[in-house]
């Protein structure tokens, strides 16, 4: 199975892809496409880890069925899991979402966000599947890695309408999984209000995008097997 992912806690198997948290303080591919230019950089700040890490996976609808004893038991932390693409949902999320958790593990959502739908209907989807986050509960994530069509300025303001909505419902500041290479397709716009989980493959200090000064979290890699 595939992973990518780190954690960085610097405030308090398509496939299983690797995330590891990076513990800076104490207080996945699962979907249709790859991120563009994930592997391509623009010049930006780089933002290196914390001494210790914790790893985990993201996971969607083409990892099936999934034994989360297992996967906890080969070490991960955490999971994040994907609700849908766009309008559609995964058939594999109610059993991944109660599976992290009866498993031990800190557990995540994620949505693929198409930017050429209604966003708010987009978001009404996660927020139904989500229910109201739970203690210890990632922040829900925007999963942005195309223009689907659209123009840049649609893009961000279709963004923009995902993240207030779901942190109006949820009380919680929302993440964005996103690429220093495909940033700029979109003008880079400052999101910087938002929690950064970074796709940047290959490297230990991700590149980060347009507006960020750290991330939260950071995939590495799209490759990695679990049990």
């Known amino acids: 199975a595939r992973m990518r992912c780190a954690r960085n806690l610097r405030s308090r198997a398509r496939m299983m892809r690797m995330l590891a948290v990076v513990v800076v303080s104490a207080s996945m591919l699962a979907c249709s496409q790859l991120p563009p230019n994930v ?12 001494p210790a890490t914790l790893t985990g996976v993201d996971v969607s609808t083409y990892d099936g069925t999934i034994d989360w004893g297992k996967v906890k038991a080969a070490g991960n932390a955490f999971a994040i899991t994907r609700v849908g693409d766009g309008l559609g949902g995964d058939n594999t999320f109610d059993a991944n979402w109660a599976g992290i958790k009866a498993a031990g593990m800190v557990r995540g959502a994620y949505q693929y966000f198409e930017a050429g739908d ?8 996660l927020l139904a599947k989500i229910g109201t986050p739970a203690d210890g509960d990632l922040p829900p994530t925007l999963d942005l890695e195309t223009l689907d069509g659209q123009t840049a300025a649609t893009v961000v303001a279709n963004v923009k309408t995902w993240l207030s909505y779901v942190k109006m419902k949820t009380g919680r500041t929302p993440m964005i999984y996103a ?49």
């Open 39 to 50: 592997g391509v950089t623009e010049e930006g700040l780089s933002v290196c880890p914390g």
């Open 179 to 227: 690429s220093p290479g495909f940033w700029p397709s979109i003008g880079s716009p400052d999101l910087s209000a938002y929690g950064l989980w970074v796709a940047h493959w290959g490297v230990t200090c991700p590149t980060m995008p347009t507006g960020w000064s750290t991330w939260l979290f950071h995939q590495s890699s799209d490759t990695g097997t679990v049990s």
């Open 118 to 125: 209604n966003p708010t209907q987009e978001a009404d989807i």
